[in-house]
């Protein structure tokens, strides 16, 4: 898919991209990314590829020295200034920005559904400079996910697309190894959505409770293998 099909599409979904998100599922898994982040961030300078509506890039915000968004749909975009947030129009496959400006570049659910993988990773490391975080996820094969995903197919996400209409990669943690850019090298894994069997489950009474917590026990646990989320974190090497 092209980036302006990509760009239509998320300009459709940003209409309805918010609803829902502050509570259950939705808020858990980004308030897990932002934590992830939050752990590298504090007080540095920091991008977020792909940023959408600014969901995760508000709350990476409260601790950054400084937080930019990057996103090619200006419907997301507006969504994202109109939380104050600082955020540019671009792609992830040539992002606006000098080389060596941040200390964290970092990115959720986005490039899985961008078919060149390896050159937004490149731009990625571009824009770290060398000691440098780069955050970012896999849609993992080996996941519960996965195999919900394939049962009940997609979702529509606005009255014109469901989610077929981009392109989605599911990879293992070790193909996905096999992709990692030159000049990093791997300094921490970690899972989100281990045990959630459908995103309804975070909203029961006392069970969403529970089932949050575990989840957040899990996060860093050996069972992040079999996470739908995936995440690596690299340093930059010089």
């Known amino acids: 898919m092209q980036a302006s099909d990509n760009r239509e599409y998320y300009d459709a979904f940003s209409e309805?991209?918010?609803?829902?998100?502050?509570?259950?599922?939705?808020?858990?898994?980004?308030?897990?990314a932002a934590?992830?982040?939050?752990?590298?961030?504090?007080?540095?300078?920091?991008?977020?590829v792909g940023c959408g509506t600014g969901l995760i890039l508000q709350r990476v915000a409260r601790v950054a020295g400084s937080a930019v968004g990057v996103d090619l749909s200006p419907g997301m975009l507006r969504a994202?200034?109109?939380?104050?947030?600082?955020?540019?129009?671009?792609?992830?496959?040539?992002?606006p920005f000098a080389d060596e400006s941040f200390d964290v570049s970092y990115s959720f659910k986005v490039l899985a559904h961008i078919p060149d993988w390896d050159r937004c990773l490149a731009e990625?490391?571009?824009?770290?400079?060398?000691?440098?975080?780069?955050?970012?996820?896999?849609?993992?094969?080996n996941s519960l996910r996965?195999?919900?995903?394939?049962?009940?197919?997609?979702?529509?996400?606005?009255?014109?697309?469901?989610e077929h209409a981009i392109s989605t990669r599911f990879w293992s943690p070790t193909e996905a190894r096999g992709h990692l850019p030159a000049k990093t090298r791997v300094v921490a894994t970690a899972g989100i959505r281990i045990t959630t069997p459908h995103p309804v489950v975070c909203r029961l009474p006392v069970v969403g409770a529970i089932h949050a917590r575990l989840e957040w026990a899990l996060m860093d646990s050996p069972l992040a293998g079999v996470a739908g989320f995936y995440v690596f974190v690299l340093e930059r090497l010089p």
């Open 80 to 95: 994202a200034q109109e939380r104050g947030l600082e955020v540019r129009e671009g792609s992830a496959t040539e992002l």
């Open 124 to 141: 990625m490391v571009r824009v770290t400079r060398p000691g440098g975080r780069i955050i970012v996820d896999v849609y993992n094969r």
């Open 35 to 48: 934590a992830i982040v939050g752990r590298y961030a504090a007080g540095k300078e920091v991008l977020e």
């Open 146 to 162: 996965w195999l919900i995903k394939r049962l009940w197919g997609p979702r529509r996400t606005s009255t014109e697309f469901d």
């Open 16 to 32: 309805r991209y918010d609803r829902g998100r502050d509570r259950g599922y939705h808020k858990l898994i980004d308030d897990q």
